[in-house]
């Protein structure tokens, strides 16, 4: 591991760590969610000592690369152009690319948007999935998996916040911060709301056991 080098390289307008080790042909390793380039560590070890020269940022809004506050520069052009302007910072042609989860959607894209910088492809857990113009990522995966599949879940203040923007037309969708403050709230009402429950609750049983020692007595 403390042969693996770190560094920040400047790219498409962001700030993007990558750790590094070997020489050689290039391969470039893409990240799941929620996790890091560490999720690649064995692999950058295991492969560099064969000749090869393993690369693993962080993408777009992960770990110690840069983290846009607007929502609209997430979108899968900025995140395939990041890695281009990786590649291009850092002398590299053409690389081995090589995804994972998330990553493997990016990779899918980067070698439909720039296949002249792909040698290779090997994606895992994702096979690729063309867009539907007609219904987004989120409702597809509803219909596949319902309700309850983690893509899913996470959206369930998706509806609150549609309609938030009509009664509070001087905030963006961009503002995160309000994201933020909305949600810490909903989630402190509902710990509030399990702790009154518990305590309630515990106080009943108090009680209980309070007169059943004076029958007892």
């Keep these: 591991m403390d042969k693996i080098e770190h560094q920040t390289v400047a790219t498409n307008g962001i700030n993007m760590h990558i750790a590094s080790i070997g020489t050689g042909p290039v391969i470039l390793f893409l990240h799941g969610f929620p996790e890091l380039w560490y999720s690649w560590r064995h692999q950058l070890l295991s492969l560099s000592s064969l000749g090869y020269r393993c690369i693993a940022p962080d993408l777009r809004g992960y770990g110690?690369?840069?983290?846009?506050?607007?929502?609209?520069?997430?979108?899968?052009?900025?995140?395939?152009?990041?890695?281009?302007?990786?590649?291009?910072s850092l002398g590299i042609d053409k690389v081995f690319l090589v995804g994972h989860d998330w990553g493997s959607t990016v990779a899918w894209y980067?070698?439909?948007?720039?296949?002249?910088?792909?040698?290779?492809?090997?994606?895992?857990?994702?096979?690729?999935?063309?867009?539907?113009?007609?219904?987004?990522?989120?409702?597809?995966?509803?219909?596949?998996?319902?309700?309850?599949?983690?893509?899913?879940?996470?959206?369930?203040?998706?509806?609150?916040?549609?309609?938030?923007?009509?009664?509070?037309?001087?905030?963006?969708?961009?503002?995160?911060?309000?994201?933020?403050?909305?949600?810490?709230?909903?989630?402190?009402?509902f710990f509030f709301l399990l702790m009154a429950l518990v305590l309630k609750v515990n106080l009943v049983f108090i009680q209980l056991y309070f007169y059943s020692c004076l029958v007892v007595c």
């Design 110 to 189: 980067f070698c439909l948007l720039r296949p002249d910088r792909i040698k290779a492809l090997v994606n895992m857990s994702v096979v690729f999935q063309p867009r539907n113009p007609h219904k987004s990522s989120v409702q597809i995966s509803r219909e596949l998996f319902g309700d309850d599949f983690y893509i899913c879940r996470i959206q369930v203040c998706e509806y609150f916040f549609k309609n938030i923007f009509d009664f509070f037309p001087s905030f963006e969708a961009s503002s995160l911060w309000f994201y933020y403050v909305i949600l810490a709230g909903i989630q402190l009402f």
């Design 64 to 88: 110690d690369t840069d983290a846009p506050k607007n929502v609209r520069e997430y979108t899968i052009f900025h995140i395939v152009g990041d890695l281009v302007g990786l590649i291009d």
